[in-house]
């Protein structure tokens, strides 16, 4: 895992380190945590999301890199979370607005109970060993992200099962008795998280050969060489970056900020979009009253920046 980069290359840079983690364990103590993480992300600038539950911790957050540094310490200094891991991206501005800790059943959430990646799980593979998994031909690739984010990147090759949420995943793999086919599933997701739990799912469907990417997406992006990917397109990530390509970098999709998908150059073009008010994707599915309420929200947003302030909203 790569180490926390040095203060003096973040003021260098004038960049924020951002900050990708997950870690499945039993932390029935998880509700004493909130308070004393939320305030210490507070005390060093830290922003973003992080989710405590029964199952363990899971988000992203960004900061300086001593910010970054002085959290994952803290979370580390707790006993479940000694072995956190993390991954490390880089933000030209802060890609979040606000620091959130919130108290939840799961820290992904799938629905279906009895469901414990620290007992029953598929088989990391890491991200140098992925190309030759997802090319065998007696492997089903499966992406358990949902429609909007398979909409700008994908493996090449890999099933997209089109769901609007985590939840809908496994009503999918019972409807789909075609996976059994052939002997083994390889899944991915973002950074590692959803496609671990999916795994965990479909071992106890019967499936035994069950394979999933270490580091998600992020990490292979990080490691695998651009001229050697399997991936095509960008990755979606939930924060005002919107996505990102190999090595990382930044990509160049906008958010649109009425339903949330991610647009590119070419759909900012269309007649349908309208900057926070709608897109492409939403436009025929919200009414005028919503682009009312959406364009009052723009105003209120321009008018905060007039005066100096970030809107919260």
């Avoid at 890609?95 to 059943?105: N, Y």
């Avoid at 090319?135 to 769901?163: H, L, M, Q, W």
Wanted: hydrophobic share 35%; with cysteine.
């Amino acid at each position: 895992m790569t180490d926390i980069l040095s203060s003096s290359r973040h003021e260098a840079t004038g960049a924020f380190l951002v900050a990708a983690l997950y870690h499945f364990v039993s932390f029935p103590r998880f509700e004493s945590v909130q308070e004393p993480l939320f305030a210490l992300c507070e005390a060093n600038g830290v922003k973003g999301t992080l989710l405590l539950a029964h199952e363990g911790i899971n988000g992203t957050i960004a900061g300086t890199d001593a910010a970054i540094g002085a959290v994952l310490s803290f979370l580390r200094a707790q006993p479940e979370f000694s072995g956190l891991e993390h991954k490390e991206s880089r933000a030209s501005k802060m890609p979040f607005v606000r620091m959130k800790v919130k108290l939840k059943k799961e820290i992904v959430t799938m629905g279906v109970e009895d469901i414990d990646p620290t007992r029953v799980v598929g088989t990391y593979v890491a991200p140098k060993d992925w190309n030759a998994l997802i090319s065998d031909p007696d492997t089903i690739v499966i992406d358990t992200r949902n429609d909007y984010e398979t909409a700008i990147g994908v493996f090449k090759g890999a099933v997209d099962p089109k769901t609007k949420t985590f939840r809908e995943f496994p009503d999918w793999v019972r409807d789909h008795t075609g996976l059994h086919n052939k002997p083994k599933i390889a899944m991915y997701c973002t950074g590692g998280i959803r496609c671990e739990k999916a795994t965990a799912f479909m071992k106890q469907q019967g499936f035994d050969e069950v394979y999933h990417l270490k580091g998600g997406i992020l990490k292979y992006l990080e490691e695998v060489p651009a001229e050697e990917s399997l991936w095509e397109g960008a990755c979606f990530v939930f924060d005002e970056r919107v996505s990102v390509e190999h090595g990382l970098k930044e990509g160049n999709h906008k958010l649109c900020h009425a339903c949330r998908s991610p647009i590119t150059a070419e759909e900012v073009t269309s007649p349908y979009y309208e900057a926070g008010v709608s897109c492409s994707h939403c436009y025929h599915d919200r009414s005028e009253e919503d682009r009312e309420r959406y364009r009052e929200r723009q105003r209120q947003i321009a008018l905060a920046r007039k005066r100096g302030q970030q809107h919260i909203g």
